[in-house]
């Protein structure tokens, strides 16, 4: 047995059986507690695995802080109401920097009669009591040395604030003529000094002087009533677009469903409602937002799934100009009741009040689908078998998928979008030669937010559609640089041109492609090529954004043919009709003779060296004057 490890058992109220691991200097109860969960005033999730919760004894008037450091398996029991001088205990905190390393956590409530904070920096081990200036109603933690407390002097509603762990505090700020409800920092609290409050009766305050003085912010809520205990959150990207978000709990009627409320700072006179489809007797106990800016609220009304009445509102886009809104029941059964909320990253916590148990939730869903094919901006795809893939959620049964010619998915076609049950689709009515993007999200059992828009380009032309190679005419014999001629495709504005020595291009030796494409479908080679070599061919179209597919492969000789004297009266270029027939090479050809018929033409320019031309005159001379000399020769013998 480990020396420094001690178990004891102990009688009475509240007992239980006990460890200490440090040789009895610190206890804990780990089981055979005996005690009673009547309620669950509060608890605090600094991490998703360690949670610490309040709990209530009605039948002893006994509290209770429990901690669990493996998401709610095995619970320990930490501090209780039966130690002497502990009257109660109302709040637990921990601080924002939670960690193994800054394990601080807080507890509010009374001793003696007096009000106390509790503060302890080794995870709940001890406690070091503070007394403070009031009874606490809510309060904010900065770290373990700074905090504010709200508290109500019968007349005002006060913030006080410690900046040396409760030792002391400053003179409080007046908040407003009622108590207050909550106290929020800014995300960049400690670069902007604003603070929010609100309190009872539906009034919000601000503060950008790092709680010297509090103003009040846009109108009474809700509108119709100005009734309710107000709930606050800042928009987690507060520091670049000033938005704060705001609920009250005041019952929703059929004439009256504003319940959850946005302001803009510098740009809103008065709180915008963003959300009117509460059902009625809703009631909007608390906002809150998760690190990536989802929206979350408690409705405490009875849950009946089938209405959408209780449990999770949740927004993924809260600071749209319309946000979309949705109830998250499952997981629970009709009749449970939540109340509070906390968040760590993607793991929500809240209380069922009718059962009293803590529960959780994991919103995976929170995160964007991934999209894995087409690769973004993909060019020359496919518009027949062309599908789109992505990776699964977990907890995804449903996707829904869009692809659009343009940015905002807007006029989309009904072969463009649709739900698959799969982490696959397959779109149709693709146009050829066009960009498309495309996105994904969950759509059951609820929303996931869209995917980062992917695009992709298909093929020019349409499948199976490639240019047809004419010249060289498969199989046939060229000169040592030949001339190459292919047909057009619709939309093309190049054409890439490969010559290898091998049918699979291995060894490729004229290489027209990328910066080097050709403008136009016919080309002279530039460089002369080996005589009495076979060669290999192909032609693909391209745009500036995609490409077709390649053409058949097409084959040719070289030869190196004997120069033939045409005789001319000077040096020109003289234009030759080559004629080729259009037709698609389906294989490569062996060499063999071709039957050449006029289906299209194309002009070449072939020079004539000047020694062929000067040449072709001094014969033609020669002839003639030979030809004369025999003439006058013949006339004379008849003479």
Request: glycine share 6%; proline share 6%.
């Amino acid at each position: 047995m480990n020396q420094h490890k001690v178990y004891a058992v102990t009688s009475g109220t509240e007992s239980g059986f006990s460890c200490s691991n440090d040789s009895g200097i610190t206890w804990e109860q780990i089981s055979l507690i005996d005690t009673k969960i009547d309620d669950i005033p509060d608890f605090a999730t600094p991490s998703a695995t360690t949670v610490f919760m309040l709990t209530f004894n009605s039948s002893n008037l006994k509290h209770s802080l429990w901690r669990t450091l493996d998401s709610g398996r095995t619970w320990d029991r930490i501090f209780c109401g039966s130690f002497t001088g502990v009257d109660n205990l109302k709040l637990v905190k921990t601080i924002p920097q939670y960690s193994p390393d800054t394990p601080s956590i807080i507890i509010d409530g009374q001793s003696d009669s007096n009000p106390i904070i509790w503060e302890s920096n080794d995870n709940g081990q001890t406690f070091t009591p503070h007394i403070t200036p009031c009874i606490t109603d809510t309060w904010s933690v900065l770290d373990s040395r700074k905090w504010f407390i709200g508290g109500y002097d019968g007349s005002k509603g006060l913030i006080y604030y410690t900046a040396n762990g409760g030792i002391s505090y400053i003179t409080p700020a007046e908040v407003g003529n009622q108590q207050l409800t909550t106290i929020v920092l800014s995300p960049n609290y400690t670069q902007d000094k604003t603070i929010l409050a609100g309190n009872t009766v539906g009034q919000v305050y601000l503060s950008e002087d790092n709680g010297v003085t509090f103003r009040m912010l846009g109108q009474q809520l809700p509108p119709t009533t100005g009734i309710g205990r107000i709930s606050l959150a800042f928009d987690n990207k507060f520091s670049e677009n000033k938005i704060i978000y705001v609920s009250t709990d005041a019952k929703v009627t059929s004439t009256s469903k504003e319940r959850i409320f946005r302001f803009t700072l510098d740009k809103s006179t008065n709180w915008k409602s963003i959300y009117t489809g509460l059902p009625d007797n809703a009631i909007i106990s608390q906002v809150a937002i998760a690190s990536d800016g989802t929206l979350y609220a408690v409705n405490t009304q009875s849950v009946v799934a089938a209405d959408k009445k209780g449990g999770i509102i949740r927004s993924l886009d809260p600071t749209n100009s319309s946000p979309t809104f949705e109830s998250i029941t499952r997981g629970l059964d009709d009749t449970d009741t939540m109340f509070d909320l906390s968040i760590y990253e993607h793991q929500l916590w809240s209380v069922d009040t009718k059962y009293t148990r803590l529960m959780t939730f994991a919103d995976s869903l929170s995160a964007p689908v991934i999209p894995i094919s087409p690769e973004d901006n993909k060019p020359g795809l496919g518009i027949s078998k062309l599908n789109l893939t992505w990776q699964a959620l977990g907890g995804a049964t449903e996707y829904e998928w869009q692809v659009s010619d343009n940015t905002g998915f807007t006029g989309i076609l009904s072969g463009l979008t649709g739900a698959s049950e799969s982490c696959s689709a397959r779109p149709t009515d693709l146009e050829p030669a066009t960009t498309y993007y495309w996105r994904v999200r969950v759509s059951k059992p609820f929303l996931s937010p869209w995917s980062i828009p992917r695009s992709f380009t298909t093929i020019l032309g349409g499948s199976n559609i490639v240019p047809l190679l004419s010249v060289p005419v498969a199989g046939g014999i060229t000169a040592l640089k030949p001339i190459f001629q292919w047909g057009t495709i619709a939309s093309a504005n190049q054409y890439e041109l490969l010559v290898a020595t091998d049918a699979s291009f291995q060894n490729i030796i004229i290489d027209k492609t990328g910066d080097n494409a050709l403008p136009g479908n016919a080309w002279e080679s530039d460089i002369r090529l080996e005589k009495s070599i076979t060669y290999y061919w192909k032609v693909r179209a391209c745009s500036n954004n995609s490409f077709s597919d390649w053409s058949a492969v097409s084959v040719f000789t070289t030869d190196d043919p004997v120069p033939v004297a045409v005789a001319v009266l000077s040096e020109t270029s003289v234009p030759v009709t080559i004629t080729t027939q259009q037709s698609q090479p389906t294989s490569v050809l062996p060499p063999q003779t071709q039957t050449v018929t006029n289906q299209s033409t194309v002009n070449v320019n072939i020079n004539i060296p000047p020694v062929l031309i000067y040449g072709g005159i001094a014969l033609l001379a020669i002839i003639v004057i030979t030809l004369t000399i025999l003439a006058i020769a013949t006339i004379r013998r008849r003479h």
